[in-house]
C-alpha cells in the first residue's frame, strides 16, 4: 500500500498517507498500477469518517464501471468540516498544484476562496450536456455561480440543525420526547438525565467546528430564520439581546457536555451515543449516516427533532467538487464530475451519507423515515446558510468564529463572545 503512495505526486502523498489508516487509501481508494498518467484523477475531501468514506465509495465503485480505465487516487485528509484539509489544499493551490476536483461548500466558500482567486474553472458546457440547469435547484445555482456559471457539482443537500437522541437510553429515564421542545423543556430532561450519571449532549469538538454547529442551531433557534439570514446583510446585529441570549443559552448547553468532549471527533462523540454514555447530538445529519453504518434503525434505536425553536429553519450544509483551473487529468476529471451529478449516484451516495439529493428528481421513496423529514422540512422551511462550514459568511469571519468559540466554552464570556463578533463582522465588510 505504502508504495502506491510512493508512486504519487508528493503533495498527494502527504494525504494520501494521513487516509492510509482510515480510508485504505492506496488499495480501494487508488489503483496507479499499470496505468499511464493521464487515465488518473484524483479527487481531494475530508471524507474520511465510517459513512463518509462509505458514501465516498459509492461515487468510486459508479465511475469505475463507467471508466473502468481510469484510477482515481483518493487524496482525502482525516478531520470533519475539513479542518485539516482545507489548509493543505490551500498551499497546494497556492503553489500551482492543484488536486483535479476537491470538495467544498456552495456560498462564500466556493466562490470567495476558490472562484474569485480563479482556482476553478466554469462548468457550462457539463450541465448543458448532463441537463442539469433542469434538475438542480434555482436556489443552489444561486450559490455556485458566479456570472451565470455554475463551478460545482453538488452531491447532497444536509440539514444541520437536528437534535439526535438515543431513544432506548431516553426512554428507560422515563423521558418522552414530544415532537417539538424549546430550550427550558430540554435542560429539564437534561437535569434529570445528569442526576441519572449520563452526559445529556454529546460532543466531539477536538475541531471546534462541531461545537460551532451547536452554537449555530441554538442561534437559529433562539433569534429565528429571518433574524439569523440579517446577520450576514447587517440588518441584524451580534450584539443584538436576542443574539446574546443565544450566547446565554448555548453557554449553559455546554454546561451539559461530555466531560471528554474536547478529545474526541464529531464521529467518535456519534459513538459515545450509541453506546449510550450520551443522550443527546444537536449536529448535522452526518450523524444520521453513522447511524447507517453501525445499522441502526430509525424511530427505534434513535430519534430526532429539530433542534429547539429551529423547526421553521433548514440550516443548509452541502457539499461538491469543483474543476480546477489547472486539472492535471481534465478529461477524467469531467467524467467524475458527470458521475456525481448522476441521480442514481446521488439517490446511492445519499443513502450512504446520511443526506439528501441535490437534484430534485430523485425517488423519495427509496429513502427511510429521517430522510424523508429531511426532504419536508427542506421543502417547507427557510433555507439558511451555516457560518461553520463557510457558506454565510467570508473565510476570515469564520476562523473568527472559530477562535471566539474556543475561547467561550472555556470562559462563557458572553459581553466578550458578542463584542468579538460584532467586530470581526464589521471588518468582513457585513455586520453593523
Ligand atoms: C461537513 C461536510 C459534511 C460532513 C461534515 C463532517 O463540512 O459538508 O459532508 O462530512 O463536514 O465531516
Redesign the pocket.
Known amino acids: 500500500m505504502i508504495s502506491n503512495c510512493v508512486a504519487l505526486h508528493r503533495h498527494v502523498f502527504l494525504a494520501c498517507l494521513v487516509a492510509l489508516t482510515l480510508t485504505g487509501c492506496g488499495s480501494s481508494g487508488s489503483d496507479q498500477s499499470g496505468t499511464s498518467d493521464a487515465n488518473v484523477v484524483e479527487v481531494f475531501s475530508?471524507?474520511t469518517?465510517g459513512s463518509?468514506a462509505a458514501a465516498l465509495q459509492v461515487v468510486f465503485d459508479a465511475y469505475r464501471a463507467q471508466y473502468p480505465d481510469v484510477s482515481i487516487i483518493n487524496a482525502s485528509i482525516a478531520g470533519?468540516?475539513?479542518s485539516a484539509a482545507r489548509p493543505v489544499l490551500q498551499t497546494r493551490l497556492v503553489g500551482n498544484n492543484p488536486p483535479d476536483t476537491w470538495q467544498t461548500?456552495p456560498g462564500a466558500e466556493v466562490l470567495g476562496q476558490y472562484v474569485a482567486p480563479n482556482f476553478a474553472a466554469p462548468l457550462d458546457d457539463l450541465y448543458a450536456e448532463e441537463g442539469w440547469y433542469e434538475v438542480f435547484p434555482q436556489r443552489l445555482m444561486d450559490m455556485v455561480s458566479r456570472d451565470g456559471s455554475p463551478y460545482l457539482v453538488v452531491l447532497?443537500l444536509?440539514r444541520s440543525n437536528t437534535l439526535w437522541y438515543n431513544k432506548p437510553l431516553v426512554e428507560s429515564h422515563g423521558i418522552t420526547i414530544n415532537k417539538r421542545l424549546s430550550h427550558d423543556e430540554l435542560f429539564v430532561i437534561f437535569d434529570r438525565l445528569k442526576a441519572g450519571g449520563i452526559a445529556p449532549l454529546c460532543m466531539g469538538d477536538a475541531g471546534i467546528w462541531a461545537a460551532g454547529i451547536t452554537f449555530e442551531n441554538t442561534l437559529v433557534g433562539t433569534i429565528g430564520p429571518e433574524r439569523y439570514l440579517g446577520l450576514w446583510d447587517g440588518t441584524t446585529s451580534f450584539s443584538d439581546r436576542d443574539v446574546r441570549e443565544a450566547m446565554t443559552t448555548f453557554g449553559r448547553l455546554v454546561d451539559y457536555f461530555n466531560a471528554d468532549h474536547a478529545a474526541l471527533s464529531?464521529d467518535q462523540a456519534v459513538d459515545k451515543l450509541i453506546e449510550g454514555s450520551c443522550a443527546f447530538y444537536s449536529m448535522?445529519d452526518?450523524v444520521y449516516g453513522e447511524f447507517v453504518q453501525a445499522g441502526l434503525v430509525d424511530n427505534v434505536d434513535f430519534g430526532w427533532i429539530a433542534h429547539p425553536g429551529s423547526e421553521d429553519a433548514y440550516l443548509l450544509?452541502?457539499?461538491g467538487f469543483t474543476l480546477a483551473r489547472d486539472a492535471p487529468h481534465v478529461a477524467p476529471t469531467r467524467n467524475m464530475l458527470r458521475v456525481m451529478g448522476q441521480r442514481v449516484v446521488q439517490e446511492d451516495f445519499n443513502l450512504q451519507?446520511g443526506?439528501i439529493c441535490a437534484r430534485t428528481d430523485c425517488d423519495r421513496e427509496r429513502f427511510g423515515p429521517y430522510l424523508k423529514w429531511a426532504m419536508d422540512t427542506y421543502r417547507d422551511a427557510t433555507l439558511v446558510p451555516t457560518v461553520v462550514?463557510g457558506s454565510a459568511s467570508p473565510q476570515d469571519f469564520r476562523q473568527a468564529l472559530n477562535d471566539a468559540l474556543t475561547t467561550f466554552v472555556v470562559h462563557r464570556d458572553v459581553d466578550g463572545f458578542a463584542r468579538t463578533l460584532k467586530r470581526e463582522a464589521r471588518m468582513s465588510g457585513f455586520g453593523r
Do not use: F, I, L, P
Open positions: 475530508w471524507w469518517s463518509e470533519g468540516g475539513g461548500h447532497n444536509h464529531w448535522g452526518w450544509v452541502s457539499d451519507k443526506s462550514h
